[in-house]
């Protein structure tokens, strides 16, 4: 560790991911100093030596791992590479930080939390969205009880893109952590799971919106769009959806109903495009939307009467420093219960996405064990 107070960050991979969703935040936390950045192969214009020119530099992962001053390794890679990093990482004593969808199967990811607590180290998983601010909404939401017992929660994460990715999420088989499951579908589950826990049983279909042909098919069509219902005890049915040829000016985010009321939500979370402009992170107005972006909150009155009102999110908003927030606080007492998203609660959303991966492929509802 450099210091008492400060742990050395390096980061492996240097895409969308590592500029976006982790730099920024790593270099707005105090506790957390950018070491080191791993690039395989830098180009004139994409170069992480030239966009940092004071770091240390490493284009492979040995080579980064070997760095004794090196204290905490963040994955940015494709998810068929995670479960290996992750695991040389560790073997090297090195903390890890690694990007959502984690990896490919619930054992993996219990083999490497044992792995972790073997070696004494702090494994966390980037399930940056639960720090979105219609999220952060929502779960206040519910822990108030303002819409009474929640009877169905839907949610969204529907865009029109009629291009076929050619990056690892159009690239990489559903069964190697790649698809709409694994790249947005973790969001979503996992947003249900902080809600509400695992469900009893699942039942997904799974299409491929742009060629017009449900999963799985004769020509192994690997699915870009699915709708997935999570069933709980309680008779609480949760419905994720992500669709790739949806027309729309405000995208359908939240819908929920209960036995008081309903909220609707449009719209995705602000960060994202707000960093890809070129705002920085301590901006007063990251994280925040406009008014026409309010929410919906319908309540039940006297005599079955019901009102509506706008809802804006909550201020002030989370924002993704707090995942960074939580781990830093993590490393600073090296406890495991500190983390903020555990590889116990990855495994968990893992075996979500594994019950609707296999509901998808037979065509049955799939039971998941407490």
């Known amino acids: 560790m450099a210091n008492s107070k400060q742990f050395n960050v390096g980061v492996v991979g240097y895409g969308m991911s590592a500029k976006v969703f982790h730099i920024p935040f790593i270099q707005a936390t105090p506790s957390l100093k950018l070491h080191s950045i791993l690039q395989r192969s830098p180009k004139p214009n994409d170069s992480a030596p030239a966009d940092y020119p004071g770091l ?40 890890v930080f690694c990007e959502k969808p984690f990896v490919p199967t619930s054992a993996e990811a219990a083999a490497l939390a044992d792995l972790a607590r073997a070696k004494g180290k702090l494994l966390c998983v980037y399930q940056n969205r639960r720090w979105d601010a219609d999220f952060a909404t929502v779960s206040q939401l519910l822990r108030e009880g303002t819409l009474g017992r929640v009877v169905e929660f839907e949610t969204h994460f529907d ?77 609480l ?56 972006w309010a929410g919906k909150l319908a309540l039940l009155g006297e005599g079955n009467s019901v009102s509506q009102t706008d809802l804006p999110n909550v201020e002030p908003p989370p924002t993704y420093a707090k995942i960074y927030e939580g781990f830093a606080k993590a490393l600073a007492s090296g406890k495991e219960e500190d983390v903020p998203v555990p590889a116990s609660q990855a495994c968990d959303v893992l075996r979500i996405i594994e019950a609707v991966q296999e509901s998808g492929k037979t065509g049955r509802e799939v039971q998941i064990s407490s």
Request: proline share 6%; glycine share 10%.
């Open 56 to 95: 240390q530099h490493h284009t492979s992962l040995d080579s980064l791992l070997a760095d004794s001053a090196l204290d905490v390794v963040v994955l940015c890679t494709t998810p068929p590479t995670h479960f290996a990093f992750a695991s040389q990482a560790l073997e090297a004593g090195k903390h």
């Open 237 to 292: 049915t949760a419905i994720v959806r992500i669709g790739v040829l949806s027309v729309e000016t405000q995208q359908p985010r939240f819908w929920i109903r209960g036995s008081k009321g309903s909220y609707t939500k449009k719209g995705l979370d602000t960060q994202e495009p707000q960093i890809k402009a070129g705002m920085a992170i301590t901006d007063a107005k990251f994280g925040r939307e406009g008014p026409e």
């Open 159 to 235: 865009r029109y893109k009629m291009e076929h990715p050619t990056n690892w999420k159009g690239t990489v088989p559903m069964e190697e952590g790649g698809g709409a499951v694994y790249d947005l579908g973790t969001h979503l589950c996992d947003q249900v799971y902080t809600l509400f826990g695992l469900p009893r049983s699942v039942y997904a279909k799974f299409v491929s919106q742009r060629q017009g042909k449900f999963y799985p098919s004769s020509d192994g069509v690997d699915p870009d769009s699915l709708t997935a219902h999570l069933y709980y005890d309680n008779g």
